[in-house]
């Protein structure tokens, strides 16, 4: 096998991560954008936790990727949410997983509600949000922007841990 240099996680962070979710934060009402933030941030655990594996073995890939998974899981529940918003987004409908349930299982549950002036005159609220909103399979509805914006502040914790002794800059 050909030896092929791999970036780092950091560099897909910068390259690519970052000025996608910046993008769906400049328009908080486009649906693409969410759902590419939402695909880009999820898959960010690829690049972490293959850091540093030069090997190809499938196993041990799954493996390190799965540990790191339920770590960010722990640190950030919503990372959970944001795997489930991009594989529904990349795969239409998801199977019942063997292990935790989902929170969203089809690509449907992510919308944009119609704004003050995409409906007929007189049934909007003047000032009402036309956000793209999650709808879990509970029922519960979330804006996207909020979750996004949750694992979006876990990553920048992760890659630039903040040293409680160093004072910040001004």
């Known amino acids: 096998m050909r030896h092929v240099k791999r970036a780092s996680a950091a560099d897909f962070f910068a390259s690519t991560v970052k000025p996608t ?5 400049g328009d908080v009402r486009n649906v693409r954008r969410g759902r590419l933030a939402a695909i880009v941030l ?3 655990a690829d690049h972490a936790a293959l850091e540093g ?3 190809n ?12 998974r339920k770590e960010l899981t722990d640190v950030c529940p919503d990372f959970s949410l944001i795997g489930d918003i991009a594989d529904a987004s990349k795969h239409a409908r998801l199977s019942v997983p063997k292990k935790a349930p989902r929170q969203i299982s089809t690509a449907e549950q992510l919308t944009r509600p119609p704004g ?15 956000w793209v909103m999650a709808t879990f399979d509970d029922g519960r509805v979330r804006p996207l922007a909020g979750i996004v914006r949750s694992v979006m502040q876990m990553w920048e914790n992760k890659l630039q841990p903040v040293d409680p002794k160093v004072p910040p800059n001004p």
């Open 21 to 25: 979710v910046e993008e769906f934060f």
């Open 42 to 44: 999820y898959h960010m």
């Open 116 to 130: 003050m002036f995409e409906v007929p005159f007189g049934t909007a609220v003047f000032g009402e949000a036309s």
């Open 53 to 55: 594996y030069a090997g």
């Open 57 to 68: 073995d499938r196993k041990i890939m799954n493996e390190r990727l799965e540990a790191l």
